[in-house]
């Protein structure tokens, strides 16, 4: 069974600051997936990242996908309490077999 | 698009009734899957499927769990007897020819068993 591991757990920051948060496991992955989810709604997908090493920016968020395909990370540049929400990380197997999600980052951002 | 529809938005019943759960994907999309959220397990794979046809539901908890797609347009999610650890946000959610690359999710069922 893969199992995906998230830290922080719990992060809360100061509006304008950086922060990196942080997806790993002992497996590999044929792909992963970062969503935010606010209170009340579903998860949105942020991205998806599928090759060993890539690097994808999106506004003030950058997501990189491990040379070996096991983690992964989100930096957010100068947050916004708009980023605030849980953020999960998503992957499959070498197969697509075996998905699951991690347990989450729950952000803070505090104007 | 409308997106994802999830109904009803809030279910509380009482133990040993039986509760369902009820989706409508977007339009087009191939998959269809079902998650549970708790705050203890996080969110976690029930069942998917892929143009109507049931492919992984290894996730269901147990034999009192049980979902169906009609159509493409129509998945339910059953329980019964329920029981007070089922209470949970159930999320539907569809995608592409893409499995489980780009999901869409509903806004979610939650469900409070007394």
């Known amino acids: 069974t893969q199992l995906l591991e998230q830290s922080p757990q719990f992060l809360s920051i100061q509006e304008g600051e950086n922060l990196t948060v942080y997806c790993n496991s002992s497996s590999v992955f044929s792909s992963l997936q970062w969503y935010r989810q606010e209170p009340g709604e579903g998860p949105v997908l942020l991205v998806t990242?599928?090759?060993?090493?890539e690097v994808k920016k999106l506004k003030r968020l950058t997501f990189q996908f491990g040379d070996a395909r096991k983690d992964s990370s989100l930096h957010i540049t100068a947050a916004q309490t708009g980023d605030t929400g849980l953020y999960l990380c998503a992957g499959a197997g070498t197969y697509g077999q075996n998905f699951v999600f991690g347990p989450g980052t729950r952000l803070s951002v505090l104007p | 698009d409308a997106g994802v529809i999830q109904s009803p938005r809030h279910e509380v019943t009482e133990m040993g009734q039986e509760v369902t759960l009820r989706c409508k994907p977007i339009s087009g999309h191939d998959y269809l899957f079902w998650y549970r959220q708790t705050m203890m397990r996080g969110l976690e794979l029930l069942i998917y499927?892929?143009?109507?046809?049931?492919?992984?539901d290894s996730g269901m908890p147990e034999d009192r769990f049980s979902a169906k797609m009609p159509n493409a347009s129509f998945s339910t999610l059953k329980i019964q007897p329920s029981e007070p650890r089922d209470s949970a946000v159930y999320f539907c959610?569809?995608?592409?020819?893409?499995?489980?690359?780009?999901?869409?999710f509903g806004p979610g069922t939650r469900l409070t068993v007394t």
């Open positions: 990242v599928v090759t060993g090493g």
């Open positions: 499927f892929n143009n109507n046809v049931p492919i992984d």
């Open positions: 959610a569809s995608s592409l020819a893409t499995g489980f690359d780009e999901q869409y």
